[in-house]
DNA sequence: CATAATATATAGGAGCCTTGCGTAATTGGG
DNA sequence: CCCAATTACGCAAGGCTCCTATATATTATG
């Protein structure tokens, strides 16, 4: 029916056809097998899914013929007696998911299994990527290493998310970039797709795809609504609301930085005053615990940074909210007075926590953002 | 299987059942009809919902036997020839749904049909609903009031909504009220769903419940994205993400007012300053326009609440802004400077749109809250 | 009143799921 | 080495649902 690598989205069911029940049935056990890794025997997926032995018997036969579902080995006995069963898992590396980090630093591709699991990463050294063409090739040359690292090629990508230093639209369209203005008219989203047509090609801004890494595996994990703001080389927030993505209609959600009372331009002049070759975090902190008397430079940095974080939390009311990117590593040095500053502002007291996902978050992400669109596609997950 | 009255919420469909089967096509059915008012032949709903002539007559007698379905007069003959049709319709009249708003104003209620579509409207006179008791009295009274309005009783009622000035968790509880603090620790929620436990009992912020009404059937009717600003009492926000309502970890989402730098605040009493005898708006438009010369003082009014309606569009990256409450008699004369003052912080320009739903947005954003937990449980259509 | 047109009822064929029984494969003890 | 116990696998019967196709009922029109 659909196949591996031919992701179709049923929307409606059709109850016209007898056959719809199958269906729902290969579903049921494919999304069983997905969420458990083990190797499972028939009659452990029928009691879970609450299946006839025979139901399940030819379901398997139907994904193992359409790739998503391997047979292994049978077990080596367990507690005895008896034929051995069957095992089947997941066939979560027929294909591979990829995350592309694409900015002003290089690229960073991220290859995973499609359950998201890293397989590996590969960082491109520092290159101009003002230029359109520079710019696709850094991405075709990062993703050509990271495939080849894992033993791969182009068409065994099924997914593929780019994060990048702009607004996307929906359809990947770049609507605004301060970032590298030259893209806009070079239309690097259209270009990559044509290149890996055969893949689900997306495209999302860096720090939203950050933000939906923090959610699935980072520090927000399991909330339902959180708030993430990166601090590095601008400063960015993402969102999620109710359990996905915020975009908003250009998506350009989280952009609270423009909103001059924020004082985000303030922390970001503040946070990188230390020039660039010492990490300025390190200048900062140390000027913070060195100066006892007086205004604490940190807290005054914290003070400018935690107007646009309480504009954040007034609004959405998040659950928690993670602070990433390079000021991550100030660790709770940043933290508690960051979190006075915003409770004094909030109604409630929001729960702030650091990033531990280092610089792979926006790659990450993407690997979050295309194993979602798979799960949503072939496992009709709904996010949420 | 599922009759009137009784909101069985089916999330995974059971395949186990090939009457699931039916019962898919049962909810097509029962779909079809509600989403078209008109009455229907057998013929018709079984091309519109792809199923053969057998199989929705099945689900017709289901429907008719549960009560959501009505056999109409045979239509008195369209263009001539033949056996002229049985013909159906949605029941939407066997239940009703109420909205009830409220307040330090009073209380108002509206009774609508199952599809929303409003039947009547009663408002209590002031009274002081500082005392929990007298508040749930004015509650029961206008329920009755109004149900005795359009000739039916309690048990009639199938969802009701109640829009409360105060931060309402999910559950109901009330996290937070500055307007009748009283109310929290009478905990009227649960009298009331005491009071109607044969119904589907909800509670909501008014300023929430107002913002779904303008959504459902207002001036941003069709939008994604969306934010409502009321300005009365108090000035207040709620917000449309991606289709439906955002409510934040505790229900405060949308408090963007308790952002010193939003200016709400002084936005408010400038608003309030004119006294109560003369409806403010009034004498603030009349300044506005009287005074030619200087900083008009409905522009500095718009500048100020401008600073809140920017924070809410940089975070949220709206379609459109609606402007309701009181305030929206001023029209066009404060939209304008408004939008001028908005534009100038946003990366996007933002529509600014008046509400036209009058005094009775909050109560009829229950009802259309109580239709979309009806379509959600009943019709299981995603509200999305 | 006969005929055409349309709606409704009924029967046959095929798909899917469940239950239940017989067969296959493996382990452990005599 | 062989047999019993145990567990898994495969097949067939029964029941439900859907669809198509044909027969019957009902009404308007000439």
Redesign the pocket.
């Known amino acids: 029916m659909a196949s591996v690598g031919d992701t179709r989205v049923v929307q409606t069911l059709d109850?016209?056809?007898?056959?719809t029940?199958?269906w729902i049935?290969e579903r049921a056990v494919l999304r069983h097998l997905y969420e458990d890794d083990r190797a499972h025997?028939?009659?452990e997926i029928a009691s879970a899914c609450?299946?006839?032995?025979?139901?399940v018997?030819?379901?398997l036969v139907q994904l193992l013929q359409d790739g998503w579902v391997l047979e292994t080995a049978?077990q080596a006995?367990g507690k005895?007696?008896?034929?051995?069963?069957?095992r089947y898992t997941f066939a979560d590396t027929v294909k591979v998911l990829l995350g592309v980090d694409l900015g002003p630093h290089g690229a960073t591709c991220v290859a995973a299994t499609l359950r998201g699991e890293r397989l590996a990463t590969v960082r491109t050294g520092e290159c101009d990527l003002s230029d359109g063409m520079e710019a696709l090739n850094a991405v075709v040359r990062v993703i050509q290493q990271v495939l080849s690292e894992v033993g791969r090629n182009e068409h065994d990508v099924l997914a593929l998310t780019v994060g990048l230093p702009a607004i996307v639209e929906v359809d990947g369209r770049i609507a605004l970039t301060v970032v590298v203005p030259r893209w806009q008219s070079f239309d690097l989203p259209r270009r990559i797709k044509e290149r890996y047509s055969y893949a689900q090609v997306m495209f999302e801004n860096d720090a939203k795809l950050a933000t939906v890494a923090e959610h699935t595996w980072g520090a927000a994990t399991g909330t339902r609504n959180m708030v993430n703001v990166l601090v590095g080389h601008r400063v960015a927030a993402g969102m999620i609301v109710d359990g996905r993505l915020a975009r908003g209609i250009h998506g350009a959600a989280g952009e609270i930085g423009a909103f001059p009372a924020a004082r985000w331009a303030s922390a970001h002049r503040r946070w990188r005053s230390t020039g660039t070759s010492t990490p300025p975090h390190e200048t900062l902190s140390d000027r913070g615990t060195e100066d006892k008397s007086g205004p604490n430079e940190l807290q005054v940095f914290a003070d400018d940074l935690a107007q646009g974080i309480a504009a954040l939390c007034l609004v959405l009311d998040p659950e928690v909210v993670v602070i990433g990117g390079g000021i991550a590593q100030l660790g709770d040095r940043l933290i508690r007075p960051l979190s006075d500053s915003v409770a004094a502002i909030t109604l409630f007291p929001v729960e702030m926590r650091v990033s531990d996902l280092g610089q792979s978050a926006v790659a990450l992400g993407g690997i979050a953002h295309s194993r979602n669109h798979v799960a949503a596609t072939v496992l009709e997950i709904d996010q949420r």
């Open positions: 109850g016209s056809e007898v056959s029940l199958r049935n025997s028939v009659a609450a299946l006839s032995r025979p139901t018997e030819g379901a049978p006995s005895g007696a008896g034929r051995p069963a069957k």
